[in-house]
């Protein structure tokens, strides 16, 4: 009767497996941007340096040009993952829009950008929503994939307000530092249940799999 006791871990077919978490930062600004001072090489040494966050959105206003360039450079590294996208100023207010290498066709409205995604089978987010260039409540009206709950360049109250408004609208929210210069790089990050494979984390955030952290919450190695 003392076997059980003995073994390290409890055997058993029914077991679930450990859920895998992915870390990424979902919205940095390079030089592409004309606001942002960061070298692509500088983000993909940082990423492959960095102890768990190991993916990263690329998403310059108005331009994929930037998220170009990071994912060639970070073709040498295994172990991370660039995801492509940019940062559209919709008529109504800035959208990220993931997993593109394009950018949406014009007229930029939020329906057409959020239609542009769904049709690539990218992710369409609602960038802070409750800050200077956001689209406030207007977002109701746009078949978003998520919002943006956790934003580096907004104050506490801005992204406190997201997140209720999410929650109302039963969309996942999601979280990116919005960094413009290096030491702005992974303050917040995006835990998604999904393996290093940009497939699988759009469809993540689309199901969502995701909980927006400020990385020096996590503690995990
Ligand atoms: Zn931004």
């Not at 960095?50 to 690329?58: E, R």
């Not at 950018?103 to 542009?116: C, G, M, Q, R, S």
């Amino acid at each position: 009767m003392y076997e059980s006791f003995l073994l390290p871990y409890p055997i058993s077919p029914y077991m679930t497996p450990k859920p895998q978490f992915l870390y990424a930062d979902l919205h940095i600004h390079t030089v592409y941007s004309a606001d942002s001072i960061i070298q692509p090489k500088t983000l993909v040494d940082m990423l492959a340096a960095h102890s768990y966050i190991k993916a990263a959105a690329v998403t310059d206003h108005n331009s994929v040009r930037g998220c170009r360039v990071v994912a060639e450079l970070a073709r040498a590294y295994p172990d991370i993952l660039i995801i492509p996208g940019t940062e559209i100023t919709t008529d109504n207010g800035d959208m990220l829009v993931l997993g593109t290498y394009e950018l949406p066709p014009k007229p930029w409205t939020p329906e057409n950008v959020a239609d542009y995604a769904r049709s690539i089978d990218g992710v369409s987010i609602i960038a802070h929503p409750f800050r200077t260039y956001g689209m406030g409540e207007y977002a109701k009206n746009v078949k978003a994939d998520a919002i943006e709950i956790l934003n580096g360049g907004t104050g506490k109250e801005g992204n406190t307000q997201a997140k209720e408004f999410a929650k109302a609208l039963g969309l996942p929210g999601t979280g990116g530092s919005d960094a413009h210069q290096s030491s702005e790089l992974f303050s917040i990050c995006t835990q998604i249940e999904t393996s290093l494979n940009l497939d699988s984390v759009l469809a993540a955030i689309k199901k969502g799999a995701v909980s927006a952290r400020l990385a020096k919450s996590i503690l995990i190695f």
